[in-house]
């Protein structure tokens, strides 16, 4: 069991810019969610994927922000036109689901990509 | 989504017992709590989760109040390793589980 693994770690960009970042979640694991985090506060859920399906998202992911998850393995999180309030850490976990809406398994979080848009 | 309200910070010494509290009022009956922890530029740790009864594990213990309006996450001896914030968190049952975390408790271990 090597973890949730996220690259890059860091990234710096300049405003306008288009940034990707790709989270591998734990192999076996069928649900996958990313998260947003600002100094000083704790992580903000943006979106679910339950095998290759989004099936949640959050107000806060506004239209220059898409996820995917191909085949069911891997996501990616893009970031268009980035602007100075992209500026977080972006946190990706994973879980293995059993039940439509369950509140008991563990999620387990990856390193987290810090974007730092200039 | 269940709102989480905890203590903005709390000091302990090593190897004393550690006691940090959350209020969770809002929180529905079949919503777990989940306790996490983060160290600087990494992602949170998953420390402890528990429904109605106290929970054990050998990271840390969880009380939840007969109400379920408030836990405590303890441990039992802190080292300096155990300095972290601290995030009490519910995961919503009308939702696909995402966590919804509150600001947190920083804790500070004094050697």
């Known amino acids: 069991d090597t973890g949730v693994s996220q690259n890059p770690r860091h990234k710096i960009t300049k405003r306008g810019q288009n940034v990707t970042f790709r989270c591998d979640p734990i192999?076996?694991?069928?649900?996958l969610y990313w998260y947003r985090q600002t100094l000083g506060q704790g992580p903000e859920f943006l979106t679910y994927?339950?095998?290759?399906?989004?099936?949640?998202k959050s107000r806060l992911l506004s239209d220059r922000f898409s996820a995917e998850r191909p085949k069911g393995s891997f996501s990616t999180l893009e970031i268009q036109r980035t602007e100075q309030g992209d500026s977080a850490m972006y946190l990706c976990?994973?879980?293995?689901?059993?039940?439509?809406?369950?509140?008991?398994?563990?999620?387990?979080f990856g390193p987290g990509t810090r974007l730092l848009v200039l | 989504d269940a709102k989480t309200t905890q203590p903005n910070s709390m000091e302990s010494n090593e190897e004393e017992p550690v006691h940090l509290p959350c209020n969770h009022s809002?929180?529905?009956?079949?919503?777990?709590i989940h306790w996490y922890r983060q160290l600087p530029s990494q992602g949170p740790e998953y420390v402890i989760h528990?429904?109605?009864s106290n929970v054990n594990n050998r990271m840390a213990s969880l009380a939840i109040a007969e109400d379920r309006k408030s836990s405590t996450l303890i441990l039992h001896r802190a080292t300096l390793r155990d300095a972290a914030v601290y995030y009490c968190?519910?995961?919503?049952?009308?939702?696909?589980?995402?966590?919804?975390f509150g600001q947190g408790t920083i804790l500070t271990v004094h050697p």
């Open positions: 976990a994973s879980s293995i689901g059993t039940s439509g809406r369950s509140t008991q398994e563990t999620q387990y």
């Open positions: 192999s076996e694991h069928n649900r």
């Open positions: 994927f339950q095998n290759e399906a989004q099936l949640e």
């Open positions: 809002t929180i529905s009956g079949t919503d777990y």
């Open positions: 528990g429904l109605t």
């Open positions: 968190t519910s995961r919503s049952g009308t939702s696909y589980g995402k966590l919804t």
